[in-house]
T-cell receptor, first 113, second 115 residues
Framework: QKEVEQNSGPLSVPEGAIASLNCTYS??????FFWYRQYSGKSPELIMSIYSNGDKEDGRFTAQLNKASQYVSLLIRDSQPSDSATYLCAVTAGDSSASKIIFGSGTRLSIRP | DGGITQSPKYLFRKEGQNVTLSCEQN?????MYWYRQDPGQGLRLIYYSQIVNDFQKGDIAEGYSVSREKKESFPLTVTSAQKNPTAFYLC??????????????FGEGSRLTVL
């Protein structure tokens, strides 16, 4: 079983709609969760971090965490063409190697006009 | 400006040669990381270091080596033992690893091609 799982996509969403990206993780001890955006050929950039159960909103982005279900999601409201990218979910290891940060394989998002 | 500098940006290597990728940061971060990314794939952890003179293997360390002699530097050597080294290599740092926020700051990457 992969440590961090994401649907690879591509996920196609019309402009202005809500894009919903999902991620599950296997380590119950994980404490920190991140969503990174990566444009083709570029390095990832952090867009959201979440550390406790519930929702965290930042502009058009909302991260949702459910530790009991080992599930973290990212919602993008009012999707724009510039949101077309690969979105990577990342979690920290739950043991003493808390510095270890594991990424999922990413979901490709395409916003269609 | 503070940030992470990777060099070279593009590198071509003949089979059987070792190559070293440079990573320097001036963010005063304790933790540094090396990831590998293959086309259409996510990031896989090669090595990480939480403090100077200490580092740990990630999930795909075979065929790679690192050193952490200075806080700001974490070079990665791709050895001839790495059977399929063609990939995009990303270096990253964080303030103190996962113990606080775990947020990663990335360099621009080094693209290695084996001829």
């Amino acid at each position: 079983q992969k440590e961090v799982e994401q649907n690879s996509g591509p996920l196609s969403v019309p402009e202005g709609a809500i894009a919903s990206l999902n991620c599950t993780y296997s380590d119950r001890g994980s404490q920190s969760f991140f969503w990174y955006r990566q444009y083709s050929g570029k390095s990832p950039e952090l867009i959201m971090s979440i550390y406790s159960n519930g929702d965290k909103e930042d502009g058009r982005f909302t991260a949702q965490l459910n530790k009991a279900s080992q599930y973290v999601s990212l919602l993008i409201r009012d999707s724009q063409p510039s949101d077309s990218a690969t979105y990577l979910c990342a979690v920290t290891a739950g043991d003493s190697s808390a510095s270890k940060i594991i990424f999922g394989s990413g979901t490709r998002l395409s916003i269609r006009p | 400006d503070g940030g992470i500098t990777q060099s070279p940006k593009y590198l071509f290597r003949k089979e059987g040669q070792n190559v070293t990728l440079s990573c320097e940061q001036n963010l005063n971060h304790d933790a540094m990381y090396w990831y590998r990314q293959d086309p259409g794939q996510g990031l896989r952890l090669i090595y990480y270091s939480q403090i100077v003179n200490d580092f740990q293997k990630g999930d795909i360390a075979e065929g790679y080596s690192v050193s952490r002699e200075k806080k700001e530097s974490f070079p990665l050597t791709v050895t001839s033992a790495q059977k399929n080294p063609t990939a995009f290599y990303l270096c990253a740092s964080s303030i103190d690893g996962g113990r606080s926020t775990g947020e990663l700051f990335f360099g621009e990457g080094s693209r290695l091609t084996v001829l």
